[in-house]
């Protein structure tokens, strides 16, 4: 790292460690218990105990049943499981999403539109970046077959009324799907409460290990596998299941959940202590994002007149790891969707900064980005005026 | 990477020079930061037709070389930069009938502009460059500007843009060697670019067709038009002026008993004038928009070598100054093809005395 040796890691939305636990938990299945849990014998058994030990941890924390869960490879193929799966098993030929979504959404209701002629409606948000859920009611059709609208916003952490917009869309007959690749390790995720079809989590948003996902799909929810092969999680995901991750993802979800409350409190603590702190001390910048219904350990912000992808150059070469929130191509400026969908003029949206805290962020750590931060963005804004 | 040590920028672009270049300054005890500009996409819409810079190849490999010499990169976004002050220039110029030389302007107003800007806005004491030349200082604090040691590597005249200013704050580490060895250089550090071919061709060009550019970019400005010979007899047709040059003779579709090449153009009439070789002799020309490395033209005439394209031989002249930024060349002996839109670039020795861009004649 150039400068003082510091490295700072303030993007836990970005992804998380893998808890030591975690680690513990899955080494067996990659050696000595390496059976396909496909297979009939004692090792194929042994490995098919692990999985079906961790769909029940994941089902106990989604308060579901262990067949409501299926294991996939991230986030995004579970979001585009849900999308592709049950759009295309379905007559109804209409699907109903937010322009805040992640573009495992966004991007597959664009090609469902684009290529299989589904009808496609993007309900506004408000200027934090939130969804009217009478805004959905007004959108959805009789042939609306899915409404798809995330649990907490990736860039700017804003929390959806889940649960009232769910009960909007089953008022029409149509399936609702959420995206909690965010949510999960911070926000409760009992189904049955929010009242969703469908519920996209990633695990290396939560301490475990990148490369395996799941999706919660009601029973009676019926789904065309996206990836078709072998009669792997019943029928709605072919290929070899992949024991350890699977494993991984149980134990860290297991970990998160129990450690919840206390993990939170401290979050909102550090991110509220950011957030104070570059009001105080970074002249033209606003957090975006609702100011309450938000994730607890993200603090996003816009700032007038600032390169994003300059800011966080400078920012690297102090150390300090944060993101712009979005999920750009390397050194492309272009401004944030979700900022400008938030009404955000082009001035502002470039300029994003998210930091988000973890299990091992300090109050020192905080102070730290807070000193370097009000130089670094003068420096970029003297720049962009020269 | 100790804290006290001198902090220097390096515009990296995957190629070896810029790679060996980042390489010679870390083995110096430099903190050292690797940059690679983005400065022109052309996208068809499916991921296709690259430019040959900052392609995602290019980009890969300039980041491995970054890890492997253990040092930062990052990609900055100059494409804005770039298109107002690089690429809506290079069309314009060939709108205007002149064959312009693009890399000048990038690194007048790319390189040793907004990227000198990047590096001083990041604490560097120096911005360093993969080029071929060399930078002296002499007893009384003036920067001078020197070809690069390998003579067929030479890339001063592209940078006679340089001013003292920049001069003083930029590095050319690869000038001091011969290509070869900086290929070396390069495999002894273990960068797997060691051996990666070069293109001549303009970075923001796919496969170098400059016409199929300009159809793309600038619709109308190739149109067809009479080519005409110096006593305006009407000889045939052009497919559109920016698709020649001074002292071409091949593609122009003419038959007359004796070789016909360019020697100039009506850009009003949109016509091409050719003429016989003899006609096409010249012994003189103006620069403008000259730059003297110096800071400030020389008192008066001065002999020199003059070199009227990138790739041309000196040719013995008198350069005499007009003001500050005009600059009267009058070569020993008449040359073939001196174009307009092209720098001319003056020499004594090894020390590049500035240069201009070379004006229109009077037909």
């Known amino acids: 790292m150039a400068g003082n040796g510091q490295s700072i890691y303030m993007d836990y939305a970005a992804t998380t460690p893998v808890d030591p636990r975690v680690v513990e938990a899955m080494m067996p299945y990659f050696t000595e218990r390496f059976g396909n849990p496909s297979s009939i014998h004692t090792f194929g058994r042994e490995a098919s105990r692990a999985v079906q030990a961790a769909r029940e941890t994941v089902a106990g924390i989604l308060n579901c049943k262990p067949g409501e869960i299926v294991f996939t490879s991230c986030g995004t193929e579970s979001d585009n499981l849900a999308l592709r799966g049950a759009t295309l098993e379905n007559g109804r030929r209409h699907i109903v999403t937010s322009p805040v979504e992640h573009h495992a959404v966004s991007r597959t209701a664009e090609i469902l539109h684009a290529h299989l002629g589904y009808g496609l409606t993007v309900v506004p948000v408000d200027a934090y970046g939130m969804v009217d859920p009478a805004d959905v009611a007004d959108a959805l059709r009789d042939d609306t077959a899915l409404v798809s609208i995330m649990y907490a916003n990736n860039e700017v952490g804003t929390i959806q009324p889940i649960a009232e917009i769910a009960a909007v869309a089953h008022a029409r007959g149509a399936r609702f799907h959420t995206d909690a690749v965010q949510a999960a390790g911070q926000l409760p995720l009992d189904v049955a409460a929010l009242g969703v079809d469908m519920l996209a989590i990633s695990a290396h948003k939560f301490y475990g290990p990148k490369g395996v996902g799941a999706l919660y799909v009601r029973e009676g929810v019926r789904l065309v596998p996206s990836q078709s092969g072998g009669g792997q999680e019943g029928g709605r995901r072919g290929g070899t299941t992949n024991v350890a991750l699977i494993v991984g993802l149980a134990k860290a979800l297991e970990i998160a959940y129990a450690e919840r409350e206390a993990h939170v409190a401290r979050y909102r603590q550090l991110r509220d202590r950011l957030i104070e702190g570059v009001r105080a001390r970074v002249p033209d910048a606003q957090l975006t994002g609702h100011p309450e219904q938000r994730l607890p350990n993200s603090a996003s912000f816009a700032l007038r007149g600032v390169d994003g992808n300059a800011l966080l150059m400078h920012l690297d070469l102090k150390g300090i790891a944060a993101s712009s929130g979005s999920a750009c191509l390397v050194g492309t400026p272009e401004p944030s969707e979700v900022l400008m969908a938030m009404g955000l003029p082009p001035a502002w949206a470039l300029g994003g900064l998210r930091l988000t805290v973890g299990r091992h962020t300090t109050d020192a750590e905080v102070d730290a980005v807070l000193d370097v931060l009000s130089d670094a963005v003068a420096r970029v804004r003297a720049l962009a005026a020269a | ?363």
């Open chain 2, 1 to 363: 990477m100790g804290t006290g040590s001198t902090r220097v920028v390096v515009a990296m672009s995957g190629g070896v020079d810029s790679s060996a270049a980042a390489g010679l300054l870390v083995e110096r005890g430099y903190d050292v930061i690797g940059l690679m500009m983005r400065l022109w996409t052309e996208d068809d819409g499916c991921g296709g037709r690259h430019n040959r810079c900052c392609t995602p190849d290019q980009m890969a490999d300039a980041r491995r070389v970054a890890d492997r010499l253990g040092i930062p990169f990052y990609v900055v976004d100059m494409r804005a930069t770039f298109k107002a002050s690089v690429v809506d220039p290079f069309i314009d110029a060939y709108a205007a009938g002149l064959t312009p030389n693009p890399c000048l302007n990038c690194n007048r107003h790319i390189r040793f502009g907004a990227l000198l800007k990047q590096a001083q806005a990041m604490d560097a004491a120096y911005l360093a460059t993969g080029h071929y030349a060399r930078i002296r200082q002499s007893e009384d604090g003036a920067y001078q500007l020197l070809k690069g040691l390998d003579p067929a590597k030479d890339q001063s005249y592209v940078l006679s843009v340089m001013t003292q200013r920049q001069l003083a704050q930029v590095l050319f580490p690869a000038g001091d060697y011969t290509k070869e060895h900086i290929r070396q250089i390069a495999a002894d550090l273990g960068l797997h670019i060691a051996r990666k071919p070069e293109s001549q061709d303009l970075c923001f060009l796919a496969d170098g067709d400059y016409r199929g550019f300009l159809a793309r970019h600038a619709p109308g400005s190739a149109t067809p038009g009479p080519i005409v010979n110096t006593q305006g007899e009407r000889l045939g047709t052009h497919t559109g002026l920016p698709h020649y040059t001074v002292g071409q003779r091949k593609g122009l579709g003419l038959s007359a008993p004796t070789p016909l090449y360019v020697v100039g153009a009506d850009v009003a009439a949109n016509t091409l004038i050719v003429g016989a070789r003899d006609v096409l002799g010249r012994d003189a020309l103006v620069a403008r928009h000259v730059n003297w490395v110096a800071g400030a033209p020389p008192d008066g005439p001065v002999r020199a070598g003059v070199k009227i394209r990138y790739r041309a031989r000196e040719t013995a002249a008198t350069v005499t100054p007009d003001g500050a930024t005009t600059a009267r060349v009058k070569f020993d002996a008449p040359l073939r093809d001196i174009t307009p839109g092209q720098a001319a670039v003056f020499y004594q020795g090894d020390v590049c005395l500035g240069g201009g861009v070379i004006a229109r004649q009077p037909a």
